[in-house]
């Protein structure tokens, strides 16, 4: 574990991986929960976790230092079920990666739980973790200019959805309805990191092959 000093009163914690960087994030907010924390933000992402508003960053930071990365289990969440169609320009590429059908490729997605690592890039865009071992899938070599919104895609380990229209790399497997960001809506956001994800499969326009 390192920290690293932000300002005046953050802190960024540098773990090794993605789920040391989930339990430190469980683990603190749990700290915070208790009232044996102080912190306005704690926002995980790949390897770090920010904390942002402390009263003495430099007492917590020699704090964490002395200590393992907490082996904690993440707090159960709710369940958030995202309606998809498998019918993305990429979802042929990826079958070809894999080395399956397009069709297995819906089922193998589906039949995944994901989790909300961690969030960014766009407001709404989280990133979720859960695909199988061996189902990585490289970015795109040329980078769409614009991605529509509800673009179900793969990049890496992680799985995403475009909650607006934007450039982007990662594969497009699938499309949904689903509002991810709503400023009207509180929270504004449907994703948060440690939400649990499934994507439920729904009739498409086009027959996967």
């Excluded at 990365?69 to 369940?79: D, M, S």
């Excluded at 320009?89 to 490729?105: F, I, K, Q």
């Excluded at 229209?165 to 990191?193: F, K, M, N, Y």
Aim: net charge neutral; with cysteine; aromatic share 6%.
């Amino acid at each position: 574990m390192r920290t690293l000093p932000v300002g005046t009163d953050a802190l960024l914690v540098e773990v090794a991986s993605g789920e040391e960087a989930q339990a430190l994030h469980a683990a603190l907010l749990r700290r915070r929960a208790e009232g044996s924390l102080t912190a306005r933000e704690i926002v995980p992402a790949a390897r770090t976790v920010l904390l942002d508003g402390l009263p003495d960053p430099a007492r917590l930071a020699a704090e964490l230092a002395s200590r393992p990365v907490p082996h904690v289990p993440p707090r159960a969440a709710e369940t958030v079920e995202i309606p998809v169609r498998y019918d993305g320009p990429d979802l042929a590429d990826v079958a070809a990666h894999w080395g399956v059908g397009a069709a297995e490729v819906a089922r193998i997605h589906a039949d995944a739980e994901f989790r909300v690592a961690f969030c960014g890039f766009a407001p709404g865009f989280g990133y979720l973790t859960g695909l199988p071992a061996g189902r990585e899938v490289p970015r795109r070599s040329t980078p769409r200019t614009s991605v529509p919104a509800g673009s179900v895609a793969l990049a890496g380990p992680y799985t995403g959805v475009y909650p607006r229209s934007s450039p982007g790399g990662w594969q497009l497997i699938g499309t949904t309805d689903v509002v991810l960001w709503d400023h009207t809506r509180e929270p504004a956001a449907l994703l948060s990191p440690g939400t649990r994800v499934r994507f439920v499969p729904v009739a498409s326009t086009g027959p996967a092959t």
